[in-house]
């Protein structure tokens, strides 16, 4: 037999004895680290309060309410329910259409793969645990020492910025030196093609 609670959710009618209790704090910092809590939270309310209206215990009202939150609101994604403050989960969850990563790329492939996917693979739950998902990356990782760096920008961001800027610094260094060596060969180009087009030289 279903009640209906409120316009939009049926739950069964069970005997209170029947319902195992849940572990209510784990339920509550899952809806949490999901950001589904101030949504169930008002549902959770009403369904305390027909309990009370059925005369049940305290105890008997919880576990059937969490019990019936639990199965309308089941965990979103494995790597979100588990995550807790300070934790970094699914950094090392490799997508399997990935292939075979090397250990070291340059350091100016692996930073500019962090930079370009960083937004997109890291969430921030609302415990202050870190969920990384690279099947959202947009090109699979150039190394595992690019993941490295992505673990390095979430632990120690300084640190991971103060990088970058040195590598951009060496590179545009490195650059300007190519473009010096250039100008430098192609002026030797241009005396010895004088030097070709004038025979008293």
């Not at 849940?22 to 899952?30: C, I, N, Q």
């Not at 005369?55 to 639990?70: I, N, R, V």
């Not at 070291?104 to 990384?132: F, K, P, Y």
């Not at 150039?142 to 060496?170: F, M, Q």
């Amino acid at each position: 037999m279903c009640e209906k609670v409120d316009n939009d959710v049926e739950v069964e009618e069970v005997e209170p004895s029947a319902v195992l209790p849940p572990d209510k704090l784990a339920l509550v910092d899952r809806w949490r680290a999901e950001g589904r809590w101030k949504q169930i939270k008002p549902l959770r309310d009403r369904f305390m309060a027909e309990c009370r209206h059925r005369k049940m215990s305290k105890a008997e009202a919880q576990a059937w309410t969490y019990a019936e939150l639990d199965q309308l609101y089941p965990a979103t994604e494995p790597e979100v329910a588990q995550a807790v403050a300070g934790q970094i989960r699914g950094l090392s969850d490799l997508p399997d259409d990935w292939p075979e990563l090397p250990s070291n790329a340059s350091i100016q492939a692996e930073l500019s793969w962090v930079q370009a996917n960083r937004l997109g693979v890291i969430t921030i739950t609302a415990t202050g645990a870190t969920v990384v998902r690279l099947r959202l990356a947009r090109e699979p990782a150039p190394s595992r020492g690019a993941l490295a760096w992505l673990e390095t920008s979430i632990r120690h961001n300084a640190k991971y910025v103060d990088v970058c800027v040195r590598s951009l610094k060496d590179e545009q260094d490195e650059q300007e030196h190519v473009r010096r060596e250039r100008k430098a060969i192609a002026e030797i180009y241009d005396l010895l093609a004088e030097m070709h087009e004038d025979p008293a030289a």
